[in-house]
């Protein structure tokens, strides 16, 4: 009070600079993933919505402070992909934002603008995306001829000649044969939660 100080308002600053340190990248981004875990197919099991943000990200920040996330942290974190690794490096700062957002529906005190302000001090990708070239039609034949009877090439013919998509092929078990009938489960992305759960 001697110092023109509110007490109120000065101990609630000193929380809140004490509560900064506290709240890691880390931490945020976990609790972020299992908030979106529902909307996410399979409920996320795949990893393929966390991974880029805990490859290119999250080894690298993820015992930095969320309020400490800035655009030049970010900048230099994924400077070295942005250009290789463009696809990888976008999806990464997009799942940043989302985990910023997240930190801030908490009352944490970040930048929202940091991961569009990193995009404008990366710069345009110079990546271009280049497609795998499928196999012609008219050389499946003598592919599915050479292939011989390893696992991996035995599910390679079931693949070819079921024309199914390779997660149902890569999890069927034993359950799902009956005879020489292959029942694909209705919800996959359920049977896959039952059989990692």
Request: hydrophobic share 45%; no cysteine.
């Amino acid at each position: 009070m001697r110092q023109g100080l509110d007490p109120i308002k000065e101990r609630e600053r000193q929380r809140r600079a004490a509560a900064r340190y506290i709240h890691m990248l880390s931490d945020i981004a976990l609790d972020a993933f299992e908030s979106r875990k529902a909307e996410l197919k399979g409920d996320g099991i795949a990893g393929r919505w966390f991974s880029p943000l805990e490859l290119h990200i999250l080894l690298k920040l993820g015992k930095v402070p969320v309020a400490d996330i800035d655009q030049k942290v970010i900048r230099d974190t994924l400077a070295r992909i942005w250009h290789t690794k463009a696809v990888t490096a976008l999806k990464a700062i997009n799942l940043l934002g989302i985990v910023l957002r997240h930190a801030a529906a908490r009352g944490l005190d970040v930048d929202l603008q940091a991961t569009d302000k990193a995009k404008a001090l990366l710069g345009k990708q110079r990546h271009k995306v280049t497609d795998v070239p499928a196999m012609n039609w008219r050389d499946v034949p003598a592919f599915y001829q050479s292939l011989g009877g390893s696992i991996t090439e035995l599910a390679l013919r079931l693949l070819i000649l079921t024309a199914v998509r390779s997660g149902p092929l890569r999890m069927m078990h034993v359950d799902q044969i009956d005879g020489d009938i292959w029942t694909i489960p209705v919800d996959f992305h359920a049977e896959v939660s039952r059989l990692s759960g």
